[in-house]
């Protein structure tokens, strides 16, 4: 699977979500800064498991797992238990 | 009185033990007391005592209970403060002995289910943490002072989407329908002995809930507002939430009061403006030389949708923090709340920014009974052993500008 694509669904996904505010980049600390509030992590955790198929391990729900969209992307490919639908 | 036991699918770890006992109690009605049962660090399954072992199927609601747990099982609770006063095995604390207390001298009274009345010095000291915390909405944070109905339109909650989130703890308000047959009927019925329960037929939807806090009426009062201006509103009031386990009076209360302030406004003044006034609650707490903690938490959402992945995103991003205060050496109480909601609740209540775009919002809110319960139990019934800025505020009660007014013009007529 390519991380590029993977990071690149999330940081559209992420833009794209009612409400957001400010510019979002692979490295924004996004949750630090408060743009990806717990809603928004229910969410972006649902759009993963649908579009991109891929179930996110409880044992994974850690702030750094979830600070920046390259983080979550990371994430993303660590926890694909094969492809990616990118 | 039955009792059984169910073990667990899987085993969770013991320091789940709180969240576990937090939502079986809701499970069923039925259900008159329980106990986790433990192996070392983990907890294996339930033991369940009451009529719920012959009216249902245990296995079904321990179903329930893990998909609850579930999702909260790798997230730590984050500390954000730490009491100066240390706690721990002599600490001294006794919230047990000082409920018996005041019972015993008279000076609170268990009137029912969750309801509890306070008198004297120990209302007063109530009064006077209230003002404490007034005086750091109003005179600190800028608050503007409200004071709200305790009715609460349904649909008011229902935009919130409370309804949905919190089911179990929601008290609504019924009323008979307004025909004169509706009211004879009611009449022959009572004159008959007939209970109020079988009367449904007779009453009319709910209109009205009873608040489970006072942030609501706060967003209801802002819809289709449109600032960027930081908005910072307090009330105080009473607030009402079913809880099924009522033998622990002031720890738990059908009925309490809750000293509640809410931010709007953008994002950063947001979250500057309640991470100030947390700074400034548990700096309060050392000085009236209270031992607690303050750390990340979660709603309690019970059969919500989502109701675990929510819980376990606010309590990985720290959007909720909990200031628990300790009521003997290792148990502690939730004294007070401090949420961000991000943008979720303006958008329900079209709470916007000038360009439209929905405020950010969060909210503080301080359970007075619990706080009153917490200070006692740390130090003592006796007025005179109490830390001097609240002994000297509770002997000036007498002396409010009002009381004294009034009392002047009355011996001077």
């Known amino acids: 699977m390519e991380h590029a694509k993977i990071l690149d669904r999330i940081l559209q996904f992420l833009a794209g979500m009612p409400g957001w505010r400010g510019e979002v980049e692979a490295d924004t600390p996004i949750l630090e800064n408060g743009q990806l509030d717990s809603l928004g992590i229910v969410s972006l955790m649902g759009y993963i498991e649908e579009s991109l198929g891929v179930e996110i391990p409880e044992s994974e729900f850690q702030f750094e797992r979830f600070a920046t969209p390259r983080s979550i992307a990371d994430l993303v490919r660590d926890s694909a238990d094969g492809s990616v639908a990118v | ?413």
């Open chain 2, 1 to 413: 009185m039955s009792q059984i036991e169910v073990a667990f699918p899987e085993r969770i770890p013991a320091r789940l033990g709180p969240e576990l006992t937090r939502r079986v109690l809701y499970l069923d009605e039925d259900i008159d007391d329980f106990a986790l049962i433990e192996d070392g660090d983990e907890i294996t399954g339930l033991r369940l005592v009451g009529p719920i072992t012959r009216t249902a199927r245990p296995e079904s609601l321990i179903e329930t209970l893990m998909q609850e747990a579930q999702g909260l099982r790798s997230v730590e609770p984050k500390r954000v403060w730490s009491s100066r006063r240390p706690s721990g095995p002599g600490s001294g604390i006794r919230a047990d002995d000082v409920i018996r207390e005041l019972i015993d001298a008279g000076d609170a009274r268990v009137h029912g289910p969750g309801t509890i009345s306070l008198r004297g010095a120990h209302a007063d000291l109530l009064t006077v943490l209230d003002d404490m915390f007034a005086a750091l909405s109003m005179d600190v944070a800028g608050a503007e002072h409200h004071r709200f109905p305790t009715l609460l339109g349904t649909s008011v909650l229902e935009r919130g989407g409370y309804l949905e989130s919190f089911p179990n703890l929601l008290l609504t308000v019924n009323r008979l329908r307004n025909t004169s047959a509706d009211f004879e009927r009611f009449r022959d019925h009572r004159r008959s002995g007939g209970s109020l329960n079988e009367l449904e037929s007779a009453t009319i939807p709910v209109e009205y809930c009873l608040p489970p806090t006072m942030c609501y009426y706060i967003y209801d009062s802002h819809v289709g507002t449109r600032s960027d201006e930081l908005r910072v509103l307090t009330a105080v009031g009473s607030s009402f939430r079913f809880e099924h386990r009522y033998e622990s009076p002031l720890r738990r209360l059908w009925d309490f009061t809750i000293r509640e302030t809410v931010w709007i406004g953008e994002r950063d003044d947001v979250r500057r403006g309640l991470e100030r006034y947390r700074g400034l609650v548990t700096a309060l707490c050392d000085e009236l030389g209270l031992a607690g903690l303050c750390e990340s938490a979660h709603d309690p959402f019970f059969l919500a949708d989502n109701g675990a992945a929510k819980a376990a995103a606010q309590q990985m991003i720290g959007s909720k923090t909990e200031l628990r205060l300790f009521l003997d050496d290792d148990e502690t109480v939730a004294a007070a709340s401090f949420n961000q909601h991000g943008q979720h609740l303006a958008a329900q209540y079209d709470i916007g920014l000038s360009d439209g775009a929905p405020a950010s919002t969060a909210c503080v809110g301080i359970g007075l009974e619990r706080f009153t319960l917490a200070f006692l139990a740390q130090h003592g019934t006796d007025p005179r052993r109490w830390p001097s800025i609240v002994a000297r505020a509770v002997a000036a009660q007498a002396d409010r500008p009002g009381r004294v007014a009034v009392r002047e013009w009355v011996s001077s007529t």
